[in-house]
Structures are given as structure tokens and as C-alpha cells.
């Protein structure tokens, strides 16, 4: 029996030129790697992206850089230095999409500005990744993804009521950011491809790709004058979902459907409040929620999680426990789904990483190549751009490139 040709990657073809820095424009062009685009990041000679120094290192290095710039290639230059913006603009002429995350001006600042950019190839997509957009009155403050984070509404409902709003526990602006970055990428590409349009910037700021995600916050104000408030663990509207105490931890319940809470009062033994004729829809059971998170946890506390989980699943009620990192990579339907691979570092580790999202049924992404580093990939991209030897040692004695 013949073996099945390996898929090629969704972007296969794809050329995409990284100048960005730590997690938006990185964890972006980390999605478009993933799927087959060749990346190539431009870092600063020295250290590099900062990212590399971040939290926990193994061999200096750090472990979460292993994740971020997989499937990528380092090109360590100085943007600072003119010859190193030609450099630059000699690798936009091949690219497809660029992706930057500075404060709005600085690459104007060099030479390599959007109006720059595209007359040397009016085909480019440009995404460009800032705290507040490219115009406004705003644009040119500092905006890291807390601040994001605040400013689009999130840092106000995390909290519990009166106590001081706290952070997600990740750079969740940030990645929202990169989220929205891709999709507007993939978009503008589709649009030129298809409809022959030219290259278009994808402008996104931080607080406005986490304000795209808080659902009816906005309307509720503009209808009612509500301003909606930290709740804690419960779900503001939606009821009964709560996190409810276990004697060994908590257990999450969601059984706000109409259907769902019938069964979940049942498997609780309070049939009374399953057939309240007021709790047959979602109105009436946010009127008497606080009753109904009562109820719940007067069940749960006297059980395990794992004996709350167990007991719900046969009923159809969604529950789960919360996961630290320990839990997730233990459990096995993360390892049946791959979303735990394991990878080697160029420092000849093997390190646990994250799977890859979304799952694609006929070009699914793949992990190529780990994570480089810094300016290992610098003379093969200087050769690649027509530089002979003697050159590329003149740039690095100029310290262009390292």
C-alpha cells in the first residue's frame, strides 16, 4: 500500500516578515508559522526580543520563548542603522504580510512606514499591533495589554464585588490583539487573492480587540443606564452557573439551560425547585439566584469534586473542575486531542508545549522547526537576498547584523 502525501501547510507559500517584540505581534505570527507560513523575525542584536528573558529560562533561555517562535527564523539586525533598514525594505519586496507591534511612528521613524512600504510592494498586507490604534488622541501613549485590559472594559468585572479588580493571570490583551490581528490578515489576503484588491494595514489596538469581546456591556448602558459590576465566579444574567466548594476544592456548574436545571435540581433531591413553575426559564431563576446557588453548594459541600463531576456527567449537566497546569497535562483528553506536544529545543531538551489551534481536517498546522536562536538564521537570509560572503561579514564588522 502507497503512503498518503503529508499535507502541505494552509499557508504554504506564505512570506511573512516579524517585527514585532515579546507576545501581540509574536503570538500572531506564530499562528500564520504554524500553519505553514515562512516567518521570518527580525530582532535586535544582543538580547534580541525581550521575550527571550521572561519568566522561567532553562539554559538562559526561556521556556516560553520555545512556544512562541517556533516555526520561525531569526535575523538578528539593527534597525537602527540605515543599512539595516534597506535590509528591511529588500525583504519587503518578497513578503506577503508584515507584522509589527511598536508605537505608532517608530518604524516612520526608519524609513519603513506604511506609505513606504507600500510602493515598494503594493501587494503587502501591513498588520500593526499598538496600545491604541494608529490615530486618535491616544496614539502615541504607551499601551501594554493590562492596560488594554482596563481600558476595554475586562479589569472592571474581575474581581469579586468591592474587592479590588484583579488580572486574568495571563497577557490576555495581548493575545486577544494578535487574535483579531490574524483574522484581519487572512481577510486582507483573501481580498487581494480573490477580489485582486491591494494590500490594505490591519490597524488594531489592544483595548479595542479586548472591548470586542465583552458582549453586551455596551448596549446594556446605551438601553437601561446599566452599568454591569464585578460578580466573582457567577455569571451576571445567566443562572445557576457558579463555582460551588467541594470538601477538596470547587467544582463550576453550569446549568442554566431550561432543560439542564430540571435534571441538575433532580440529581441535587430538590424536585420542588425543578418543578417551580417561576424557574422554567432564565428571568425567573436569576430572581431567586442566590436560593439557587444555596441549594447547589448545600449539595456540593459534602461531596468531592470528582464525586460532584461524576454524578453530573450521568445526568448531561456540564461541570468541571479548575485546572492548574499540573491537571492539564495529566489529563488525558488533552494528550488524545495533541493539545500537549512534545518538543526539542535547540539547547537538545524536550519540553512539553502546547498543541495547536484550530484543528484543521486536511492542512492541519505542525511544529517544523523549534524555536531559533538569535541570528541563526541571518547569513541564509542575507544569501537568500543576493549578499556573497565578504558582505554579509562587512555588515556584521559594521554590527548591522550579528
Known sequence: MSELP?????????????????I??????????EFGADVIKIEAPGEGDPLRNWRLLQDGTSVWWQVQSRNKRSVALDLRQPEGQEIVRR??????????????????????GWERLREINPGLVMLRISGYGQTGPYRDLPGFGVIGEAMGGLRHLTAEPGRVPVRV?????????????????????YHRKVHGGPGQVIDVALHEAVFNVMESLIPEYSAFGVVREP?????PGIAPSNAYRCTDGFALVAGNGDGIFKRLMGAIGRPDLADAPDLANNAGRVARVGELDAAIEAWTTTRTVAEVLSVLAEVRVPAGRVYTAKDIAEDPHYR???MILRQRTRDGHELDVPGIVPKL????????????KLGDDTDTVLSALGFDEAAIRALRERKVVA
Open 6 to 22: 503529508i499535507p502541505s501547510g494552509a499557508l504554504d507559500g506564505l512570506r511573512v516578515l516579524e517585527l514585532g517584540q515579546l
Open 24 to 33: 501581540a505581534g509574536p503570538f500572531a505570527t506564530r499562528l500564520l508559522g
Open 91 to 112: 525583504l519587503v519586496a518578497e513578503a506577503d504580510v508584515v507584522v509589527e507591534n511598536f508605537r505608532p511612528g517608530t518604524l516612520e521613524g526608519w524609513g519603513l
Open 336 to 338: 488524545a486531542r495533541d
Open 231 to 235: 460578580a466573582g465566579s457567577s455569571l
Open 361 to 372: 481536517s486536511a492542512t492541519p498546522g505542525t511544529v517544523r522547526a523549534s524555536a531559533p
Open 169 to 189: 493571570g495571563v497577557s490576555i490583551g495581548d493575545t486577544l490583539a494578535a487574535l483579531h490581528g490574524t483574522i484581519g490578515v487572512l481577510m486582507a489576503l
